[in-house]
C-alpha cells in the first residue's frame, strides 16, 4: 500500500504519503484563503520527500469535510483529477474521523470525547466518538450551545468555543498523516471507505438570486 492523502476541509493544507505502516513525509501549512494555491505544491513536496513517484502510488485518500464549500472542492477535485489521471481509487474520509484518529494517537484514549471544527456563521461541524475512537454520532452542523458534547472535545471549534467545549484542547486541525493512517487501517481491516462527494451539512453562501428568470434562449436576466 502506497497513499497519497491531502485534506482542504479545514483552514490547514495538508498532504503526506503513506506506506501503509507509518508516515514517508508530511506537510502542513495553515491559511484558510490559499488551498488552491498551496495544494499542488504540497503534494509534489511530500512526494519528492517521501523519494515515491506518483506512478508508484496504489490509492488517494481525500478528506471530504465537512467544510467551508470553496476550500474543500480544492481537495475534491484535486483527488478526482489525479485519480483519473494516475488511474487510481480515491478513498473519501470523513475529516472529524481524521481528527479523531489524530487525538487518539496523541494519547486522547480510554473516554468518550467530540470532534469539532469552525463552521463558521458562529456554528460548529462536530461528531461524537466512543472511548475506542468509533464515531457515534454525527456528522452535523450547529451553534455551539445547541450541543451536549463529551466532556473532551479537541479541534478548532472546540477551542474557539471554550464555554461550550470546556474539555477543548487540541489537535486544532487535520493532519493528512493520520488520514492517511486512518485510511489505511480501514483499508487493511477490509472496510469500506467514503466515495469522493462533499461532506457540506448546509447550503453554500453563494446563491442565485431568486429574481433571476429563465427566458427563451436560455439566458437569464433580471426583471426590469
Known sequence: MLLLAFDTATPAVTAAVHDGTAVLAETHQVDARRHGELLLPAIDQVLKAAGVD?????????????????GLRVG?????ALGDALGLPVHGVCTLDAIAFQARAEGLTGEPFTVATDARRKEVYWASYDAE??????????RPAELTPAARAVGAGALLYPDSFPGGHGPEHVSAGALAGFAAAELAAGRELLPNVPLYLRRPDAQVPAAYKTVLGGKAVLPA
Open 133 to 142: 475512537g468509533r464515531r457515534v454520532e454525527g456528522p452535523g452542523v450547529d
Open 54 to 70: 506518483k506512478h508508484a502510488l496504489t490509492g488517494i485518500a481525500v478528506g471530504v469535510g465537512p467544510g467551508p464549500y470553496t
Open 76 to 80: 475534491l477535485v484535486t483527488a478526482a
